[in-house]
């Protein structure tokens, strides 16, 4: 049975040099998806590449399937995915929520094939990545699926909230409740208590914003921004809504926004869009040129599906930035300009005045170049997907880092990386100004953090990158926090990174693999023997082996039958001395 797929508004596809925020209506859950998609599998991630076409660039990514679940997908074939971002000599097309890989992770995808080729079902909502942590998998939706605006559904259908999940518990549950549909779907039982927080992708300071709106960091070099609005459709009070709004944004952020008043733009919408060349043009030629936001009411070319009552999508935000960059902070910037937010019909009517306001003020953000901040993680904030929430701390930090002054470490980078047994740490700084030392601290789940080290600081007015050594990093993932202290004893957040460390390097090897006889061999790398037993999981997680008696399992060859196994995908977990391991093998 195959299912209509949900609202899926990706806007700004037609222009290579703007972006815009995603909304989507999300499936009710994920057997529905499962249902809907013409193929699931576990697949893992090789480097990205570009491919030029006769208009643009486009950045593709080839994917290996580790275990197929649903489809025509074999395993260990190789299929190419595309993001939805790419480039032309006049700048970038940036799209929020779009999925861009970490080349060597896995990833549980969920596919539809198009006669150009696969697409995920939803852009990166429903991409979760295997994570290993506490000797078991864990399947974690990635970082881009949490900022995205979630629209209700049009049939009134409270949607299964995203989760982490042990995932052979939710591969099993999804190939066996697709064979019964009328057995109703509660993915509960297959959710995690893992306690792992929001991933961290390399971004500068401070922790928690989103400075990436579609492909590439950029930001206005000035504030000193005219914003104008669009008499068409515009209510009644529109002028005292923009008075406040503009007074709010330049109070709470220190910007130099200036209510311009009204324009009279009539927008070109074969394009299914308020914005293109002749966009461009109108502020170019009529407003302040590139220094230009225009405010649109009434969703003039219908970009929007209308409001169901008060549900559905109130605004759209975003801008244009050129392949022209700036530096500021020690980061390097593209240059953004002409900014717009466009207003759904009815949105005045069903938000009183001050959530009203609230809803220009989320927009506008989204004209000066500011993502999404996690909901979870920073409630209240202004930025958050939901609408319609005051301007809150978090809102000020990540504003006030994007246009305020420079502070006293400007922070280029901080990177984490497992190297054997060990995490390297390294960050650069541009310059220090007053500054005492750094703060290095080490957490286990993003949230209560220990310290580690102190680094004396060189506080030098020029670039200079520094090194730390973690020698005892825990299994699975490990967050690292970055401060530093000032001379006057304040200390300052720079940063937070993430790093999945393995543990050690496998000890066993499973030879042969594929395997087409009666049995296949397990070794060992350790000198001593140890005792312990074996088990053998199918790809749905089903135990289909286990030893009765402890067998010695270092030191020599160890036997497996796998004579009544069918051909298929398989896991071997071996349990050793208070820790265990799983290898994958193919029975053909």
Request: net charge negative; proline share 4%; with cysteine.
């Amino acid at each position: 049975m195959r299912y209509s797929l949900p609202i899926l508004l990706i806007s700004g596809l037609l222009f290579s040099y703007t972006s815009r925020a995603t909304t989507i209506s999300p499936f009710a859950n994920l057997l529905e998806l499962y249902l809907a998609s013409d193929a699931v599998a576990l697949v893992q991630s090789g480097a990205t590449y570009e491919t030029p076409t006769t208009n643009c660039t486009h950045y593709d990514c080839d994917f290996t399937v580790l275990v197929p679940l649903k489809g025509s997908l074999g395993v260990n074939q190789v299929f190419p995915l595309r993001q939805y971002s790419h480039y032309d000599d006049t700048g970038r097309l940036g799209v929020s929520g779009d999925f861009v890989p970490q080349e060597g992770h896995a990833y549980l995808v969920f596919l539809d094939q198009r006669p150009d080729g696969w697409r995920l079902m939803m852009l990166s909502y429903y991409v979760f990545e295997d994570i290993f942590s506490n000797n078991d998998h864990y399947l974690v939706p990635i970082q881009e699926s949490r900022f995205l605006n979630i629209a209700p559904r049009p049939d009134g259908t409270v949607v299964e909230q995203l989760a982490t999940y042990r995932r052979d518990a939710l591969l099993q549950m999804l190939q066996q409740q697709a064979k019964a549909t009328s057995t109703p779907w509660d993915g509960r039982p297959a959710q995690a208590t893992l306690a792992i927080a929001d991933q961290m992708s390399d971004r500068v300071l401070p922790t928690g914003c989103d400075f990436d709106l579609g492909t590439g960091t950029s930001r206005w070099q000035s504030t000193n921004i005219n914003l104008y609005y669009d008499v068409t459709n515009a209510p009644a009070d529109v002028v005292g809504r923009v008075t406040n709004v503009v007074a709010t944004l330049n109070t709470q952020y220190g910007l130099n926004l200036v209510a311009a008043g009204s324009t009279d733009f009539s927008p070109i919408c074969t394009d299914g869009s308020v914005v293109g060349q002749d966009f461009i043009n109108f502020n170019s030629t009529n407003l302040n040129g590139a220094q230009s936001i225009l405010l649109f009411f009434g969703d003039p070319c219908s970009e929007l599906t209308n409001l169901n009552g008060c549900n559905g999508v109130y605004g759209i935000g975003g801008g244009y930035n050129l392949n022209t960059t700036h530096v500021f902070k020690g980061d390097t910037w593209f240059n953004a300009t002409w900014g717009y937010a466009v207003i759904n019909n009815g949105a005045r009517e069903c938000l009183d005045a001050t959530r009203y306001e609230e809803l220009l003020e989320h927009e506008l953000t989204h004209a000066l170049r500011m993502d999404h901040v996690s909901a979870a993680s920073y409630s209240n904030n202004n930025m958050n997907p939901t609408c319609c929430n005051p301007i809150g701390d978090k809102d000020r930090e990540c504003m006030n880092y994007v246009y305020g002054a420079a502070l006293p470490v400007e922070l280029i980078s901080f990177n984490a990386k497992a190297i054997g047994d060990e995490v390297l740490l390294t960050w650069t700084t541009a310059q220090e100004i007053n500054n005492d030392y750094f703060i290095v601290e080490r957490s286990g789940d993003g949230r209560k953090f220990e310290r580690l080290a102190t680094v004396e600081a060189s506080n030098v007015l020029h670039s200079r990158t520094y090194t730390l050594t973690d020698e005892q990093p825990a299994a699975g993932v490990n967050y690292y926090r970055l401060s530093q202290a000032d001379r006057d004893g304040k200390t300052k957040e720079l940063a937070i990174r993430a790093v999945t460390y393995r543990g050690e390097v496998s000890g066993y090897t499973l030879v042969p693999n594929p395997a087409s006889g009666t049995s296949i061999i397990l070794t060992s790398r350790a000198k001593e023997p140890g005792a312990g037993s074996l088990q053998i999981f199918s790809a749905t997680g089903k135990m289909v082996y286990e030893t009765t008696d402890s067998q010695k399992l270092a030191g020599n060859r160890l036997e497996v039958p796998i004579s009544d196994l069918p051909a298929g995908i398989y896991w071997l977990k071996i349990n050793e001395s208070g820790r265990s391991e799983t290898l994958k093998f193919v029975r053909q």
